[in-house]
């Protein structure tokens, strides 16, 4: 090697240097200009409430009589796991929730008089002098029906109701879900989801009803009217409704990687028009709070982005109603903590959640308000946010809980004409994948084996924020509830046949036919996110099983229960019939209503369910809107009917991008 000068080295170094500081300026600007928002390219939405002078002027009535704590107090929510009613007549908090795991007593199975009981309380508590008069909301997660209460009628996760196509079926399942709330005594549920899931390995992808922005679109609008009434009418935010609240503003379905929480690095054009197809449907069909996300755009965390909650959602969006933060998502902001956080505040973040914190952050917001850190008209605007959802959901003149129309009506939970528009949303969200020789659908006189962990569980059926967050209860948790195999055992046994189930699938009468019901474990959140779409990869036995089945030439349908769909290769090749059910929720007999025949041969109901995400043909995510990747198997839209040809060729069943292209199963 040639010598050189010590001073051309350094010469040299410094150049090199200069370049990489000039690179990486040049990279920081690319992205800080990517970053910039335009609102002018939004559309100008009308929102159709029309401003009401009259409210307008109570909203001043009771912004000029309250104190400053007491303004201070309805910008932050409180889980009532931390926050007893005697609590709230201290402090002027605005609302209060029940998170994924809270309940009256912190015991998940409380009855729903105790829900009723405990929202009289907080309700009494709230309008003592303390809080200026003005009650407390109280918001839950109702995402598939009221699902914290067991025996309240639960509907498929979103999913599964993409796949069904079926709007008018969406506005029922939101009238019914505002029903059943009602009767505990709430007013507000965090739903719907309106994310345009783009990467499959997000552990939220369930929550969303599809890759398309338009089949979004259409449902948000259904869903906000079915759980609020439709604008102008005389339903609108009746006894019968709840304040709805599409989520999560802006982009979660979009982060790179499919990562929860993570970074949407959309163009701006696809923010706009892919990720908040939902929220202009929603806002445009009158809802009245929105949730951010803890998710964040080109590195800003949108808790803290003034441009698109405030001059995007509020000023071109039209927005009028309230903003409300996710779970302490306020604390995520830079220089934040979840007790002080006046940055959220003047983004325009208008609630906080903070389960457990709330009075440390009453204390530090009403420092901050004084010093003018959060200024005195961003606080006045939140406020009066706040009260005009309260007034427009009549909270002041319609009274205790418990005196409302439909409170205590426990009758109305899970009543049989609500499970039966659950049951239809089981059978029209089926997706039939293959159907080899039309072995389905069955003769319910045959002898049929139902084998599988998943066959006998309703935990496996309904997923997560289920009775808890993460969704694992046991069957005697779910009143009412029908597992697939009770569905199928009753369906076959009122024919004449026989249904026996079998976990591992081992028998001494040989079957007619195997159901194998298998799938994902209930999960939420970023407990779901995974690595790649194989399905469960570090575990086989469920393809174990289908395989022994097919060799003993035994014709299998195999039901695949998921929040996704995943790479399946080798199981679709072991089975002769595939379903993807998604999360049906405890309607099992939904699944037996499609798989046979009536008694006397003719169908009952055909599969109309049509995929709502391209399913993958490798364990790496497909190709979808905008974004990169591999041809689908089975592109958006694709589902069989009986009167196709179910034929599927012999997948592979090695990933040719694995090292050494090993199988990787």
């Not at 929550?207 to 102008?232: D, F, I, T």
């Not at 029908?482 to 004449?496: F, H, L, M, P, S």
């Amino acid at each position: 090697m040639t010598r050189r000068p010590f001073w051309l080295g350094v010469y040299f170094l410094a150049c090199a240097v200069a370049v990489c500081v000039g690179v990486r300026t040049a990279a920081g600007a690319d992205r800080k200009a990517a970053s910039v928002v335009h609102p002018e390219r939004w559309p100008k939405l009308h929102p159709p409430l029309a401003r009401d002078p009259l409210l307008e002027a109570r909203i001043d009535q009771l912004l000029a009589r309250l104190t400053p704590a007491q303004k201070v107090g309805q910008l932050i929510q409180a889980d009532i796991g931390s926050i007893t009613p005697d609590d709230l007549r201290h402090y002027s908090l605005g609302s209060i929730l029940n998170g994924g795991n809270s309940s009256p007593r912190d015991d998940k199975l409380a009855a729903p008089s105790e829900w009723l009981s405990l929202a009289d309380r907080f309700y009494d508590a709230s309008t003592v002098d303390a809080s200026g008069g003005v009650p407390a909301l109280w918001g839950t997660d109702a995402v598939h029906g009221h699902n914290n209460i067991p025996g309240a009628t639960l509907f498929p996760h979103n999913i599964g109701l993409g796949a069904a196509r079926d709007t008018g079926l969406i506005r029922r399942i939101g009238e019914i879900t505002a029903l059943e709330v009602r009767v505990t005594g709430l007013d507000w549920v965090f739903s719907p989801t309106v994310a345009v899931a783009r990467d499959e390995r997000w552990g939220r992808t369930y929550e969303s009803y599809g890759e398309n922005a338009g089949l979004v679109r259409e449902y948000a609008a259904a869903m906000v009217e079915g759980l609020q009434g439709v604008p102008g009418s005389p339903q609108f935010l009746d006894a019968a409704h709840v304040l709805a609240t599409p989520k999560h503003f802006l982009g979660d379905g979009g982060t790179s990687g499919g990562h929860d929480q993570g970074d949407n690095r959309a163009l701006e054009s696809e923010l706009r028009d892919i990720d908040a197809a939902g929220f202009e449907a929603g806002i445009t069909a009158g809802a009245q709070t929105v949730m951010a996300s803890y998710s964040s755009w080109q590195g800003l965390k949108m808790h803290g982005n003034r441009a698109l909650l405030t001059e995007v959602l509020k000023g071109r969006m039209g927005f009028d109603g309230l903003l409300l933060g996710d779970w302490n998502g306020h604390a995520q902001l830079p220089g934040c903590t979840a007790v002080r956080c006046a940055s959220a505040v003047n983004a325009g973040i208008d609630i906080l959640m903070a389960p457990d914190g709330w009075r440390e952050l009453h204390a530090n917001l009403l420092a901050q308000m004084g010093s003018g850190e959060i200024p005195a008209a961003r606080l006045d605007d939140a406020v009066r946010r706040v009260l005009r959802v309260k007034l427009r959901a009549h909270l002041g003149s319609e009274g205790r809980p418990s005196s409302r129309p439909f409170a205590g009506h426990y009758e109305l939970l899970g009543a049989p004409a609500h499970r039966a528009i659950a049951r239809q949303a089981v059978r029209e969200s089926l997706v039939l994948l293959k159907n080899r020789h039309h072995l389905l659908p069955l003769s319910p006189r045959a002898k049929v084996l139902v084998a599988g962990d998943a066959a006998d569980s309703v935990a496996r059926q309904s997923g997560g924020w289920t009775i808890d967050w993460q969704g694992t209860e046991p069957n005697q948790d779910f009143p009412h509830a029908e597992t697939i195999y009770g569905g199928i055992a009753r369906c076959v046994q009122a024919a004449g046949g026989t249904a026996t189930l079998s976990t591992d699938g081992q028998f001494t009468a040989r079957p007619d036919v195997a159901i194998v019901v298998f799938g994902e474990h209930p999960y939420a959140e970023s407990a779901g996110d995974v690595a790649t779409l194989d399905y469960s990869p570090g575990d086989k036995h469920d393809l174990a099983l289908l395989r022994r089945l097919h060799a003993q030439h035994i014709k299998v349908v195999a039901v695949f229960l998921s929040g996704r769909p995943l790479w399946v290769n080798a199981e679709l090749n072991a089975s002769d019939s595939f379903v993807a059910a998604w999360l049906p929720g405890p309607e099992g007999g939904g699944i037996a209503d499609v798989l046979f025949r009536s008694a006397d041969g003719a169908v009952r109901y055909d599969f109309r369910g049509r995929l709502s995400f391209s399913w993958p043909r490798s364990p790496r995510p497909p190709a979808v809107a905008a974004r990169p990747g591999e041809p689908p198997l089975f592109p958006y839209g694709y589902g069989l009917s009986y009167g196709d040809d179910g034929r599927v060729p012999r997948l592979p069943e090695t990933d040719p991008a694995a090292p050494n292209a090993r199988a990787a199963r």
